[in-house]
């Protein structure tokens, strides 16, 4: 499988993932709608940061749940969010075109500590630990929209605030 394979459904994804992002308004950054979940910005942040993984899963053979990782703080504001989404993105599909079937189809590990918690060809990792992991987040942030009154963007068709 080479990495041309990926391109469609990657830029589909990654361009409906700016819509969500591009529609979070400044003033609420922090709404955060349980005690338990992150703010808005949080999310945001998380999800603008999910293209980095895809060079970190080209470029090494592994990561490590446990590993201190520095997170960047929240954007200030809507433009420097998707300043960095647009950033990662950019990044992130230089690394794929640039990837051979031969490293896509190598085994890539994550692990917590000394447990491995799955180990999967590279290619299966871009799918659904990258591109999955970011659709599954960027449904939460339409939540985040909903209850606080932002119209919910079309994804994969009609929402209750943009027919077809």
């Not at 999310?43 to 520095?70: C, G, N, Q, R």
């Not at 896509?104 to 590279?122: A, C, E, K, M, Y």
């Amino acid at each position: 499988m080479g990495p041309d394979l990926f391109f469609p459904e990657f830029d589909q994804e990654m361009a409906q993932t700016r819509v969500a992002l591009a529609r979070i308004p400044a003033d609420r950054f922090d709404f955060k709608p349980h005690e338990k979940s992150w703010t808005m910005g949080e999310l945001a942040t998380h999800i603008a940061t999910v293209p980095l993984w895809l060079i970190m899963t080209l470029a090494t053979d592994e990561f490590d749940l446990e590993a201190p990782v520095d997170q960047p703080p929240p954007p200030a504001d809507p433009e420097a969010l998707l300043h960095r989404f647009d950033q990662h993105l950019s990044s992130a599909r230089a690394a794929l075109k640039a990837a051979t079937p031969d490293v896509l189809g190598q085994p890539w590990t994550l692990r917590s500590g000394n447990h491995s918690v799955f180990t999967l060809p590279r290619a299966a990792v871009i799918r659904g630990m990258i591109l999955n992991h970011m659709i599954h987040h960027r449904g939460q942030l339409t939540v985040y929209l909903r209850l606080t009154g932002v119209p919910v963007p079309s994804l994969y068709g009609p929402s209750a605030d943009e027919p077809a």
